[in-house]
T-cell receptor, first 113, second 113 residues
Framework: EADIYQTPRYLVIGTGKKITLECSQT?????MYWYQQDPGMELHLIHY???????EKGDLSSESTVSRIRTEHFPLTLESARPSHTSQYLC????????????FGNGTRLTVT | GDSVTQMEGPVTLSEEAFLTINCTYT??????LFWYVQYPGEGLQLLLK?????DKGSNKGFEATYRKETTSFHLEKGSVQVSDSAVYFC????????????FGQGTELSVKP
C-alpha cells in the first residue's frame, strides 16, 4: 500500500506549457526527493528537501523548481515545458536518519510534444 | 566522490536458476548499502539493506553481504521466479555526503519460464 502519492501518473503536454507534478506522503517524513529516470533506467537526483522551507538542488541540473511549504507536500514545477523534459519523475521520502530507506511513489511519466 | 557500479544488464535467466548481480562501491566514509527493486510501471521498493561491514541483508529469498575488504554488496538468489523480473538498483548512503542516496545504474533481470 503506497504511502507516497504522485499525480498525475501520465501527462502529455505541449511545448511551452507550465506544469506541476504533485507528490504527497502521509508518513511524516522530514526528507523528500525528486529523481529523474531516463530511458536507460539510471536515476538522477534533481531536488531534495530536509524539511519545511528547505530545498536544495540535486546532482543533475534541472530547469524545474520545487517548494516545501508543508511536511507532506513536495510539488515540482516546470515553468515552460520542452521536449527535453520528457522523462519519468520519481518522488521519494525518508526519515531523518541517513541509513533510513527511501519510500518511492509510482512516478509520473511526462511527455512533452 | 562516492559512487556505485553494477554489472550491466539485461540479465536473462531461466526459472529456478541462480542469480548474482554484482555491485561495488567507492565511499569516503562508512556507508549504509541497499538494494532496491523496480517492477514494471512502478516506483522503487527497498529489497534489503546492510548498515555495517559483514552485515547480511535478506528478504524474499534475496541476500547480500556487506564486504568492506572488497567494497562489494553483490545480490544473490538461489532460485529465481518469473515474478522476480524487474530492474535492480544497488545504492549507498554516506553520512559524510549528507546522507543522500547514490544509485548504481540499474540491472534489468528477465526470468523466462
Amino acid at each position: 500500500e503506497a504511502d507516497i502519492y504522485q499525480t498525475p501518473r501520465y501527462l502529455v503536454i505541449g511545448t511551452g506549457k507550465k506544469i506541476t507534478l504533485e507528490c504527497s506522503q502521509t508518513m511524516g517524513h522530514d526528507k523528500m526527493y525528486w529523481y529523474q529516470q531516463d530511458p536507460g533506467m539510471e536515476l538522477h537526483l534533481i531536488h531534495y528537501s530536509y524539511g519545511v522551507n528547505s530545498t536544495e538542488k540535486g546532482d543533475l541540473s534541472s530547469e524545474s523548481t520545487v517548494s516545501r511549504i508543508r511536511t507532506e507536500h513536495f510539488p515540482l514545477t516546470l515553468e515552460s515545458a520542452r521536449p527535453s523534459h520528457t522523462s519519468q519523475y520519481l518522488c521519494a521520502s525518508s526519515e531523518r536518519q541517513s541509513e533510513s530507506p527511501l519510500h518511492f511513489g509510482n512516478g509520473t511519466r511526462l511527455t512533452v510534444t | 566522490g562516492d559512487s556505485v557500479t553494477q554489472m550491466e544488464g539485461p540479465v536473462t535467466l531461466s526459472e529456478e536458476a541462480f542469480l548474482t548481480i554484482n555491485c561495488t562501491y567507492t565511499a569516503t566514509g562508512y556507508p549504509s548499502l541497499f538494494w532496491y527493486v523496480q517492477y514494471p510501471g512502478e516506483g522503487l521498493q527497498l529489497l534489503l539493506k546492510a548498515t555495517k561491514a559483514d552485515d547480511k541483508g535478506s528478504n524474499k529469498g534475496f541476500e547480500a553481504t556487506y564486504r568492506k575488504e572488497t567494497t562489494s554488496f553483490h545480490l544473490e538468489k538461489g532460485s529465481v521466479q518469473v515474478s522476480d523480473s524487474a530492474v535492480y538498483f544497488c545504492a549507498l548512503s554516506d553520512r559524510n555526503q549528507g546522507g543522500k542516496l547514490i544509485f548504481g545504474q540499474g540491472t534489468e533481470l528477465s526470468v523466462k519460464p
